[in-house]
């Protein structure tokens, strides 16, 4: 029997792991695009990108602990570009391999500002080679815009703030991440840039970018103005890599293609499961809402399950886990657990001790985002997980100061 398991990345790596580990002993073979072995992602964004903050990108395991230790066989430096599941094929540059298990953990790409290619100085950051070049313009002292104020973008622009370095976030939306988090959050985010310093361009768009001897040296904004700048970072969003399985048969959802599965993370075809940034699951416990997560702890516990069931999808079963993810902004830390689809938001915004919201539907509590609160997140993701009542939950952060 062979596992193929496509997508060097935290699920991959961590359904290769997890065959092992439950005492698969068959072939393992892993595909991935990038000529890196496995690392980590979320730095990229945060540690990599500070100054005082490591210089290289260090895999999750050595060459020989992935060849030797685990039995893998890589084949890295190429993605994946066809999928045959009537004869059980992966094909990789003209290789075919077969397959009895699938995992499929291609991950997301980042997508990139129309008219930007070709021009030096324009980034997206999903890799670590794009890490390295933001980190190079930064260190350079680049005057920088940060197109798109999500996450990746904010923490571009902590990274500029650290190195005393004018930074303008534009934001086509009234406030940053109101689709993600709702307004009071987004309005809390709005001025964390504004108190670092960060310029914030809101309910503005960026045109184009302006060039000499392809080498970008402005950005122009919908109001007329140009923006100078060195260094320009594509914060605008991913979409699912998937564009190798068209035609495959794998069912992709109708509006961003992503791998729709359900709660087993299985895609409907035989011995075909799909993990991370590239899979639709079906959630229990939010009333089986489906998810397409971005997250590193959902990942790594979608790759695990993933090849558990693509090896032995009898005692598969459905994945209930509460989403958390975090992130790094101007030295705050912001948590969030649960989902933001809510039917209801109540905030606190104590200045001396952080920030808390909490996101009801029905009488559950569903979702909790905390700044500065560290100790707390936790607690919240553990109500989430039991199912727990809304009220009981608004009376917890009560007695932790949370509500006002």
């Given at each position: 029997?062979t596992?193929?398991?496509?997508?060097?990345?935290?699920?991959?790596?961590?359904?290769?792991?997890?065959?092992?580990?439950?005492?698969?002993?068959?072939?393992?073979?892993?595909?991935g695009?990038?000529?890196?072995l496995?690392?980590?992602?979320?730095?990229?964004?945060?540690?990599?990108?500070?100054?005082?903050?490591?210089?290289?990108?260090?895999?999750?395991?050595?060459?020989?602990?992935?060849?030797?230790?685990?039995?893998?066989?890589?084949?890295?430096?190429?993605?994946?570009?066809?999928?045959?599941?009537?004869?059980r094929?992966?094909?990789?540059?003209?290789?075919?391999?077969?397959?009895?298990?699938?995992?499929?953990?291609?991950?997301?790409?980042a997508?990139?500002?129309?008219?930007?290619?070709?021009?030096?100085?324009?980034?997206?950051l999903?890799?670590?080679?794009?890490?390295?070049?933001?980190?190079?313009?930064?260190?350079?002292?680049?005057?920088?815009?940060?197109?798109?104020?999500?996450?990746?973008?904010?923490?571009?622009?902590?990274?500029?703030?650290?190195?005393?370095?004018?930074?303008?976030?534009?934001?086509?939306?009234?406030?940053?991440?109101?689709?993600?988090?709702?307004?009071?959050?987004?309005?809390?985010?709005?001025?964390?840039?504004?108190?670092?310093?960060?310029?914030?361009?809101?309910?503005?768009?960026?045109?184009?970018?302006?060039?000499?001897?392809?080498?970008?040296?402005?950005?122009?904004?919908?109001?007329?103005?140009?923006?100078?700048?060195?260094?320009?970072?594509?914060?605008?969003?991913?979409?699912?890599?998937?564009?190798?399985?068209?035609?495959?048969?794998?069912?992709?959802?109708?509006?961003?293609?992503?791998?729709?599965?359900?709660?087993?993370?299985?895609?409907?075809?035989?011995?075909?499961?799909?993990?991370?940034?590239?899979?639709?699951?079906?959630?229990?416990?939010?009333d089986?809402?489906?998810?397409?997560?971005?997250?590193?702890?959902?990942?790594?516990?979608?790759?695990?399950?993933?090849?558990?069931?693509a090896?032995?999808?009898?005692?598969?079963?459905?994945?209930?886990?509460?989403?958390?993810?975090?992130?790094?902004?101007?030295?705050?830390?912001?948590?969030?657990?649960?989902?933001?689809?809510?039917?209801?938001?109540?905030?606190?915004v104590?200045?001396?001790?952080?920030?808390?919201?909490?996101?009801?539907?029905?009488?559950?509590?569903?979702?909790?985002?905390?700044?500065?609160?560290?100790?707390?997140?936790?607690?919240?993701?553990?109500?989430?997980?039991a199912?727990g009542?809304?009220?009981?939950?608004?009376?917890?952060?009560?007695?932790?100061?949370?509500?006002?």
């Amino acid at each position: 029997m062979t596992l193929v398991v496509v997508g060097a990345s935290l699920a991959g790596l961590r359904a290769v792991e997890s065959a092992r580990r439950v005492g698969y002993d068959g072939r393992i073979v892993l595909i991935g695009a990038e000529e890196q072995l496995p690392y980590d992602r979320p730095p990229l964004s945060k540690a990599f990108l500070d100054p005082d903050g490591p210089a290289s990108v260090e895999p999750f395991r050595s060459e020989t602990e992935l060849r030797e230790d685990l039995g893998v066989e890589l084949m890295l430096g190429a993605p994946a570009d066809g999928l045959d599941t009537e004869v059980r094929e992966v094909s990789v540059s003209g290789t075919m391999v077969r397959y009895e298990a699938l995992v499929l953990a291609t991950g997301a790409t980042a997508r990139r500002f129309p008219g930007s290619d070709g021009c030096a100085g324009v980034h997206t950051l999903r890799t670590a080679q794009d890490a390295a070049a933001v980190r190079a313009g930064l260190d350079r002292g680049a005057r920088t815009v940060v197109i798109g104020a999500g996450f990746i973008g904010s923490e571009v622009a902590s990274a500029a703030r650290k190195r005393g370095l004018p930074v303008t976030v534009v934001e086509t939306l009234d406030l940053p991440l109101v689709r993600s988090v709702g307004r009071q959050v987004g309005s809390v985010c709005a001025d964390l840039h504004r108190a670092a310093g960060t310029d914030l361009r809101l309910s503005t768009q960026v045109m184009r970018l302006e060039a000499a001897d392809g080498v970008v040296t402005g950005v122009r904004l919908s109001t007329g103005e140009v923006l100078p700048a060195d260094l320009v970072v594509a914060g605008t969003g991913v979409y699912p890599a998937t564009r190798w399985l068209e035609g495959s048969g794998v069912p992709l959802h109708e509006r961003d293609r992503g791998v729709v599965c359900d709660a087993t993370l299985s895609t409907g075809l035989s011995g075909v499961y799909a993990a991370g940034d590239v899979a639709h699951v079906v959630n229990p416990l939010f009333d089986d809402e489906s998810m397409r997560l971005e997250h590193w702890t959902n990942a790594a516990e979608q790759g695990a399950a993933a090849a558990r069931h693509a090896l032995d999808p009898a005692a598969a079963r459905p994945l209930a886990a509460v989403p958390y993810f975090w992130s790094d902004w101007y030295g705050h830390r912001i948590q969030f657990v649960g989902t933001s689809r809510a039917e209801e938001v109540v905030v606190a915004v104590p200045a001396e001790a952080g920030f808390t919201a909490l996101y009801r539907r029905g009488d559950r509590i569903v979702g909790a985002l905390t700044v500065d609160r560290p100790r707390e997140i936790m607690k919240y993701r553990r109500r989430i997980a039991a199912r727990g009542s809304w009220a009981e939950a608004v009376a917890f952060a009560a007695t932790t100061g949370a509500v006002a």
